[in-house]
Each structure stands twice: as C-alpha cells, then as structure tokens.
C-alpha cells in the first residue's frame, strides 16, 4: 500500500470525525461552528487530494485547488473567532481575505491552471496565498492574546500561536507535494498530515474546554517519551548493532541473541530511574512556573503533616502558600459543631470575612462538593457562554456563584472533607495580582494539598480529644492525692483556728485574725472540692426533662438574692423537645453562668434567659450587659484555673463545660454587641440523642472567636 496515496483518505476522515464530534455537541456558541467549517474545509481538502491522485486529476484537480483556495479563508475567520476578547465586527485581514478570494478562485478556474508552466506559477501563487494569509491571521492572534488581562488567557494565546505557526508550516508542507507532484511527478508524500492532525485535535480541545488541554500531561509527556526513545535506542545500537557491524568485519557469526537479551535488561533496569530524572529536568525547563509551584506545595504538604494543633496548621499553611509565591490572600474556615457556620481559623491578608452562614453559601457549597473545586473565572466564563445561548436562568446561577466567591474575595475554592465525606470546611486562594493564576494542570495540586489540610484537621481534632483525656486522668490522679495530703491538714488547722475562737475573748484584737485563718482554709477546702468535681467524671442521673421548667425553677433560686438595680428575666421557646440530662447539672450550670454575670456586672444591668429550638438541638442563652472580657482571656475561658477574680478558682466554666460534654452538648460563646456576652447552652434533644449514638465534639475557643465575641470575668 503507497503511504503518499492512503494517507490522505486517513487525515480527511479523522478530521471529518473531529469536526462532527464537535457538530454533535449540544450547546455550540460561534467558535464551534467557526471550527466546523475550518475542520471540514481540512478534511474535504484531503479528501480532493486523494481523489484527484487516484484518478490522475481533471477536475479533480481543480475541485483540490478550490478547496485549497478556501483553507486561508476559513482558517482566518476561525482564529479570528477564538474569544481573547475578539470583536465580533470582520477586522482587515478579513476584508483582505474577502478580496483575494475571487481572483484566487479564477486563477484555479481558468484554463491555465492544467497546463505545466503556468499551472506551476499559478500554484506557487496559491502556496504563498494560503501561506501569507494564515501568517498574517497567526500574527492577528498574537498581537490580540499580549492585550488581555488575564494571565491564564495570554497563555492560551502563546500556545495557540504556537499551535496556529505549527499548523502554518504543515499546511505549507502539504501544498508542496500539491504544487510539486503535478511538474515532475516526484511523488512526494504528504509529510504534515499527521501534524494537521494534532493541531486540529488541540483546537477542538481547546474550545470544548475553553482552555488549552493539559499541555504539561501532552507536551510533557511527548518530549519525555521522545527523549527516552532516544536514549534507550543509543543503549540498544551500542549493545547490539555495533556487535553486529563488528563481527561483519572479522566474517564470524556473533551472539546476537545473547547481546539484545542483554541490552533488554540494561534498558528494563534504567528504565525507571532515566524517565523520572527526565520528567523532572524537563518539567523544569519547559514548565518551571508548574514546577516550582508543585515542589513548593509538596513541601507545604510534608511540613503539615507535623502540625497537631489548629492554631499550628494554620500558621504553616498560610505561611507555606506565602512561600510558594502564587498566593497573594489566602483563607482556612472550618464548620462549627452544630454545622450552621464556618469560622475563620487563619489567614493570608486582611480581606477575609470572620464567619459565614452555611445557609448563605449553601448554593457555592454544593457546587465545590460536587466538582471538588470551584474557580471563578470558569464561573464567569460558563456564564458568558449561557448568556450567548440564551440560557438566562442558568447564567444567573453561576453569576450568584461568582458573587458568593466574590464576597469570600476568593478565586479558587476547595472544600475539605472528613473519610465520611462530611464538610470539615473550606480553603479559599487568589492570586490578586493577575487573573487566572491557575492553569487547569495545577488544579490536582491544589486538590492534593486541601486533601491534606483535611487529614491534619481530622488530626488535630483526634490529638485535642488524646490530650483532654489524657488531661483528665492526670488531674484524676492528682486530685486523689490532694483529697488526701491537703484535706487532712486543712481540717485540722480550721478544728484548731475555731477553738482558739471560741477560748477567746470577745473584744480580743486576735479574733479578727484566727477569723481570717477559718475563711482562708474554708475557700482552699472550696478549691479542693472544685478539683475533685472536675477531675471525677459525670455521669448523674440523666432523665428527659423539660429544659423551660429547669430554668424557670432555677430563676426561682436566683431572684431572692439578686439586688433590686439588677433585671433577670427569661423568654421561653415554644415547642422545646425534651432533652436527656441531669436536672441537677444543668441547673449547676445555668447558676454558675448567671451568678458570673452579677458579679461582671457590679450587681447593676440586666440578663435574659432565652430558650429556644435550633434544629435537632436545645439552646439555652444566658446574655448579660457587663463590660465584656479582655480578648487575651477569651481562648483560655474554659481552661481550668484561668480566672480574672481575685477570689475566683478558675474552674467555674471548665466544670460547666465537663457537664454540659457529659449530657452530649457544649458550651458556646456568642457575639452580643459592643457591651455585653452572651453564653450558650446547647443540647441535643431527646430523639436526636436516640437516633446516634455520636456526641457533638468539644468545642474550643479559637482566636477568630475571640474577634467576634465578647465575655465578662469568670471564676
């Protein structure tokens, strides 16, 4: 079979079948249908070729010369219709294009065109028509990608350049076996079919993805595998073929077999360790911003895999994604417990919002869980491209889309999910210093590292629940000993003190003094006791109870010994589902939190007591109107011994907390105003409890907490 008469039946019908996938798509904006006819154009051309070398030419030939003349024309309009911001207005190239059609065509009509000497002159003008055409339609192309904004579209330019000079010279290449083969019947073969091929695959690519394929995946890949044929076919030649050439010479038979088994395992062992010292030097050479980018990223990832504490993750995360050079803002949100918001855990630049609602963002994250990431610029295009198909409801959807990454001043957004595929939270990146910063191939990397950041997450919380464990068993420990070597002495010194009391006389200037001595030992024995409430674990005598008869019954208790300057009231929900825990414990808990608010507030002000349902969830909230809490204070409110009473204990709200874990709630810290806290009580119903048997985490006071919320001293 002649390779110069079949190959051009081969390249007319893979470049029909490019042009008909592209025809078969369901939604086709300008360019798709720009292609089409460029695509068809190429493969009706080749189809002309090969007709015309079967049948020896006639019109044939003149039909090849028609559909040649038609290359330029279709050719310009198509990279003319690529978006880089294109007017759709015809520009002068295509006004040039226009006016050189009809003479072209009467050149390829006229008789002189099937005569030898001026068939060869009219086809050399045909060669430098398509030639200079499509140069100058390249040339258009170049100059419009260097004027865009975006850096990911001026890429797109440069490759498409590069792409559209490629397929320049092959086309060139095809037209001289065109011109040529009719002079002198040489029978030169169509040498850039092939390469035809290739750039028409990469267009249509291109504007069904509406960016350049992954080049680093085929360029790189091609120059890898190239380069490695080279070297293992040198290893093979000096193995074999030079054992071969010198036993020709010396007229004696050689061990070629023996020799190629050899050489097969001298290529099987270099195999693997040539191809990846070749994808790394050539990925650095040909695709160094990629490069830098992945290594920097894979760096970050190893660094994260130390981190334990959240605090730690985010300050190497922020600080690795500096590094990399390709961030510029930068932001880290995790849900809270009860699933309602993300808070902020750390931050690159200042822009980033300090708490969302989930409901708010609901639409953006089912978007960046269905896809695994969301980049706006996609957004926007995808939008532009419904709005020029007309598909106004779907054009709004992404543009509210856009707007939600807007507001998280966000490009790309990736989520983090849990090995359940629950939402941990969201890492948001941008570059602002450029528009698409990110290629399609750097978007894996991306992925990667928001899979990480999500195991360190699960990590962190895995660590924090370790150490309060192991916290509580050392404190466990301790307090069985204090019971023991302070009670003892504390008793006898108090037995003592009054004793002395009683023997001495009333107007006695000592009395005062063994006075201080029997206080001191009785808040000491008060610290004590506290420990031990702390360190044992709770269990009580949980029951369904109704938590609105809980506090009414515990405001009770309170109103007899508040002042008059100060206001308690309570606003009960309606329709509160029971909970299961001890009444007891959680009227210690409602107690301590509001005798915290007197105190904060000088026994002058007010607190409410609101109850209400929240979901699946009982929430008690204890606001008060003091002065608030220093912000150094607010990550340490549930840390035992931290207090800022000079007679307080520091083991109020760490007890509270222990109590509330213990029934499979929590204790949460809530923004009230500029004056003011409020504390939160939430519960898990009673049916919630029953249908898993999971708890809600601990929650752990955050630095973005303390941005947000206010507190009043605690003891």
């Known amino acids: ?8 039946l081969f390249s007319a019908l893979i470049a029909f079948a490019m042009a008909t996938k592209v025809l078969l798509r369901s939604r086709k904006r300008r360019p798709h249908w720009l292609f089409i006819m460029f695509a068809t154009n190429v493969a009706v051309w080749y189809l002309a070729t090969f007709l015309e070398a079967r049948t020896g030419g006639g019109l044939l030939s003149r039909f090849a010369g028609l559909m040649a003349v038609l290359l330029p024309q279709t050719g310009v309009r198509f990279l003319r219709g690529f978006s880089l911001d294109a007017p759709d207005q015809p520009s002068s190239l295509d006004r040039w294009a226009t006016r050189l059609l009809v003479p072209m065509l009467f050149l390829v009509a006229s008789p002189w065109f099937t005569q030898k000497l001026t068939g060869t002159i009219i086809r050399a003008v045909l060669l430098a028509y398509v030639v200079g055409l499509l140069i100058a339609a390249v040339s258009a192309l170049s100059t419009r990608g260097r004027a865009v904004a975006s850096q990911q579209e001026r890429r797109r330019a440069r490759y498409l350049v590069g792409v559209g000079v490629l397929a320049t010279l092959v086309t060139t290449a095809d037209l001289v076996p065109f011109m040529v083969n009719r002079v002198i019947a040489a029978n030169l073969p169509p040498i850039g079919s092939i390469l035809v091929l290739a750039v028409l695959y990469m267009f249509s690519e291109v504007i069904e993805r509406r960016r350049v394929i992954d080049l680093y995946e085929l360029a790189g890949r091609f120059v890898v ?27 004696h038979e050689g061990p070629y077999f023996l020799n190629a088994i050899v050489a097969s395992l001298v290529i099987l ?9 070749m994808e790394a030097q050539i990925a650095r050479f040909f695709f160094g911003e990629r490069h830098d980018f992945e290594t920097s990223i894979n760096e970050l990832r190893r660094r994260l895999a130390h981190a334990l504490e959240p605090d730690e993750m985010g300050r190497v995360l922020m600080d690795g994604l500096l590094r990399s050079r390709r961030v510029t803002a930068a932001a880290l949100y995790l849900v809270d417990e009860d699933r309602k918001g993300l808070d902020l855990l750390a931050q690159l630049g200042d822009t980033a919002v300090l708490r969302i609602d989930l409901a708010s963002l609901r639409a953006l994250v089912d978007h960046v869980r269905a896809h695994g990431i969301t980049v706006k610029e996609h957004l926007d295009r995808d939008a532009d491209d419904r709005r020029e198909l007309g598909e106004t409801r779907e054009c709004e959807s992404l543009t509210e889309l856009s707007h939600a990454m807007e507001s998280l001043n966000a490009s790309v957004v990736l989520p983090l999910e849990g090995d359940g595929n629950d939402l941990l939270g969201l890492l948001t990146v941008r570059d602002d210093r450029v528009r698409d910063a990110y290629a399609g191939d750097e978007f894996p990397i991306l992925k990667g590292l928001a899979a990480q950041v999500a195991i360190v997450v699960e990590n962190t919380r895995l660590y924090a629940r370790i150490k309060e464990r192991d916290r509580l068993a050392a404190l466990g420990e301790m307090a069985a000993g204090l019971a023991h070597e302070i009670r003892n002495p504390l008793g006898a010194i108090k037995g003592a003190a009054q004793w002395m009391e009683s023997t001495m006389p009333v107007e006695s200037d000592h009395r005062e003094f063994i006075g201080i001595i029997v206080e001191e030992v009785g808040r000491l024995d008060r610290v004590v006791s506290s420990f031990l409430d702390y360190a044992r674990p709770y269990r009580g005598n949980p029951s369904l109870l109704d938590v609105t008869n809980v506090v009414e019954r515990t405001l009770q208790l309170v109103r007899n010994d508040i002042p008059a300057e100060l206001v308690l009231s309570h606003e009960p929900g309606d329709d509160l589902p029971p909970v299961r825990m001890d009444p007891e414990h959680l009227r210690q808990v409602l107690l301590n939190l509001i005798r915290n608010a007197m105190e904060a507030m ?3 002000g007010s607190i409410v007591v609101r109850t209400r349902a929240r979901g699946t969830f009982v929430e008690v909230l204890v606001q008060d109107s003091g002065p608030g809490i220093d912000a150094a204070m607010r990550p340490n409110l549930f840390i035992p011994f931290s207090t800022t009473k ?5 083991l109020g709200l760490a007890i509270s907390q222990r109590l509330m874990q213990s029934a499979g709630g929590r204790i949460e810290l809530r923004a009230t105003s500029d004056r003011g806290t409020a504390f939160a009580l939430v519960l898990p119903s009673a049916a919630s409890t029953s249908a898993s048997a999971s708890t809600p985490p601990v929650r752990v006071a955050t630095e973005a907490e303390a941005v947000r919320v206010s507190a009043h001293p605690i003891g």
């Open 1 to 8: 079979m002649s390779l110069a008469l079949w190959t051009p």
């Open 225 to 251: 595998l190239t380069a490695l044929a080279l070297v293992l076919a040198g290893i093979y030649y000096r193995l074999v073929d030079w054992q071969v050439l010198t036993d020709r010479e010396h007229r």
């Open 269 to 277: 062992i270099l195999f693997d360790p040539l191809r990846d010292k």
């Open 602 to 604: 000088k026994a002058t």
């Open 646 to 650: 000079t007679q307080g204990t520091g």
